[in-house]
């Protein structure tokens, strides 16, 4: 079991761009969670997916910000006109059920 | 590479046990380090974190953690736990270099 894969490891963009990050959970995990890291601070909470449902996304920002999880492929954290206030490090983690998690290890985004 | 190492899967107390859960790393630099809980059926809340100064921290709920450096140890401690304490703990390791690593968990079950 290759645990959960976020691809890519680093990703630059430039102010304007558009990043995808990629998620994928584990074999037999169908659900998702995106969480986000600023520097020097502990995560916070963005959006949790079931296989092609949106369960909560009480921590997306408003705009710019979206996340999928279809029925086959990857999770997909898309972000839209990237400033560099979206410079942080974004982990995926996944479980069974709506607990236990496994992190992946991160995408870290910086926009220049 | 750096590595975060918990070393119980699951831990089982009564009400009023002391709790103590290890949490070890490998990493040679400074690093923050972190503990995270999960109660049933939420996401991640951060118990407490430790960037410099005092090396035992002391978080939400009567929970702390000593930071060991000599033993690339950060083990969370509660003097008595409650049954709602029932959950799962992440330890995290932040290189100063922003890599963030995750450990694998531990489920706390306590018994009324």
């Known amino acids: 079991n290759a645990g959960v894969m976020q691809n890519p490891r680093h990703l630059v963009r430039r102010r304007g761009q558009e990043a995808r990050l990629r998620c994928s959970p584990m074999?037999?995990?169908?659900?998702v969670y995106w969480y986000r890291q600023l520097p020097e601070e502990g995560l916070k909470f963005m959006v949790y997916?079931?296989?092609?449902?949106?369960?909560?996304e009480s921590g997306m920002p408003k705009e710019r910000f979206s996340a999928e999880f279809p029925k086959e492929g990857p999770s997909i954290l898309r972000i839209q006109q990237v400033v560099r206030g979206d410079s942080a490090a974004y982990f995926c983690a996944s479980s069974p059920r709506d607990d236990g998690y496994t992190f992946g290890s991160g995408t870290r985004l910086t926009v220049v | 590479a750096q590595s975060v190492s918990q070393h119980n899967h699951h831990v089982i107390l009564s009400e009023a046990a002391s709790l103590e859960l290890g949490c070890n790393y490998s990493?040679?630099?400074?690093?923050?380090l972190f503990w995270y809980v999960q109660y049933p059926g939420q996401h991640l809340q951060l118990l407490l974190k430790y960037f410099s100064g005092d090396p035992l921290v002391k978080g939400i709920k009567g929970f702390e953690a000593e930071f060991i450096k000599s033993k690339f140890s950060f083990n969370l401690r509660k003097p008595s736990v409650q049954w709602s304490d029932t959950a799962e703990y992440f330890c995290?390791?932040?290189?100063?270099?922003?890599?963030?690593?995750f450990g694998a968990g531990t489920r706390l079950t306590v018994k009324p």
């Open positions: 997916l079931q296989k092609e449902n949106i369960i909560d």
């Open positions: 995290a390791v932040n290189a100063r270099n922003n890599d963030m690593r």
């Open positions: 074999k037999g995990h169908s659900h």
């Open positions: 990493y040679g630099g400074t690093v923050n």
